[in-house]
């Protein structure tokens, strides 16, 4: 193992100062190599020292401006700041370099979701489902988008999906009863409510939407 494994290694471990004391030694060692930059930002960014972090990944872009990590690394830097579409901008540049990973569509995907462009965030967040069909979390956003677009049949489906990998996912019973009272499907929203309030009991929006269908269920009173 040569020291910038053993250095992922350390900080997978979360041994900060033994990984960085080793990145240091890759950097002096190869200062032209933009892969030992990359690392350190990484690590810089998980001690949250985000201007050192972006520095470090600038300098490994100007090694080597296709260095598609570094780019996603400036692109997770930018979206922990909330500058959304200055991360995008970043995600979008390493998918073009050649970073075909599910988690650079689903962050480029989250970037449009965090700016309320639903639409823009689709073809991304399928695009990490199909690369990662077993990540919850994918499915789920995906299929908030897909709720939010007005795209309900295709959301249900996805819900049901995320249930099918996880059963005891709260918010998607309670997503799947919106769509069930958007279609006047009352008893099968109350039931999704339920199941809802069932797995998480301060599940506020799922108290909110059985109530909803209560009323929806209470006979009209005679006058």
């Known amino acids: ?49 985000v201007e050192k972090a972006e520095r470090f990944f600038q300098r490994a872009i100007e090694l080597d401006e296709n260095a598609a ?46 700016q309320e462009q639903w639409k823009l965030s689709l073809p991304y967040l399928l695009r990490a489902t199909e690369l990662d069909s077993q990540d919850e979390s994918f499915l789920f956003q995906y299929g908030l988008s897909l709720a939010q677009g007005e795209f309900l049949d295709e959301a249900q489906n996805i819900f049901e999906k995320v249930l099918e990998i996880n059963e005891e996912h709260s918010d998607a019973y309670y997503n799947l009863g919106v769509i069930a009272l958007f279609h006047e499907q009352i008893k099968q929203a109350l039931n999704h409510f339920e199941k809802a309030l069932e797995l998480q009991s301060d599940h506020v929006l799922a108290a909110n939407g059985k109530e909803i269908a209560l009323q929806y269920m209470e006979p009209f009173e005679d006058k």
């Open 1 to 49: 193992m040569d020291k910038n494994q053993q250095a992922i290694t350390l900080l997978n471990e979360k041994k900060y100062e033994e990984a960085a004391k080793l990145f240091n030694e890759v950097i002096e060692e190869s200062p032209q190599d933009p892969l030992g930059y990359i690392n350190f930002g990484n690590l810089l960014m998980q001690l949250n020292e």
């Open 69 to 114: 990590t570094a780019y996603y690394g400036l692109g997770s830097l930018y979206f922990d700041q909330e500058n959304f579409e200055k991360a995008a901008q970043n995600f979008l540049k390493a998918i073009e370099l050649g970073l075909e990973e599910a988690d650079a569509y689903f962050m480029l995907g989250m970037c449009f979701r965090n």
